[in-house]
């Protein structure tokens, strides 16, 4: 019996490295990547303090980066790995994106879309609890130290 080496685990680890090199560089640690046909076509993490920009969450670079891979605004058959629940801003996107699927790590029982009363798109499908422990854990961690 083969393994299958693409699991959500496997992707989500990923995202976490992304989170981690946020939380390297003082940024709020959410990593995200796109994947379309187990293939990463898009990697990003929160700049939003390098890039003094309030915009450029790691959904958002993503979003644009896997954009501009395919050629396209929509992201169709592509699913989003994401270390943190989105906010609504990024929710927004993921909606106009069409993004296919989107997988998650931690909640944001805060400022997550859900609590905001955003929705995505009918036909996005979305898992959450992947690793869950491993990215609360890093977003805890980066705000015990900011405190």
């Not at 379309?36 to 003094?52: C, G, K």
């Not at 905001?116 to 609360?136: A, D, N, R």
Request: charged content about 20%; glycine content about 6%; proline content about 3%.
């Amino acid at each position: 019996m083969t393994m299958q080496p693409f699991t959500h685990e496997y992707f989500m680890k990923k995202a976490l490295l992304e989170a981690e090199t946020a939380f390297s560089k003082d940024e709020i640690p959410v990593g995200a990547i796109v994947v379309v046909n187990n293939q990463i076509i898009a990697r990003s993490h929160n700049l939003t303090e390098l890039l003094h920009d309030v915009t450029a969450h790691a959904e958002m670079q993503s979003i644009t980066a896997a954009a501009n891979y395919l050629g396209g605004k929509y992201l169709k058959d592509c699913t989003l790995y994401v270390t943190l629940e989105p906010c609504q801003m990024c929710a927004g996107a993921l909606y106009w994106s069409q993004i296919s699927k989107i997988i998650i790590g931690a909640q944001d029982h805060h400022r997550g879309y859900r609590v905001m009363g955003t929705q995505l798109h009918p036909k996005t499908e979305v898992i959450f609890g992947v690793m869950e422990e491993e990215c609360s854990q890093l977003i805890k961690s980066f705000f015990t130290k900011k405190r």
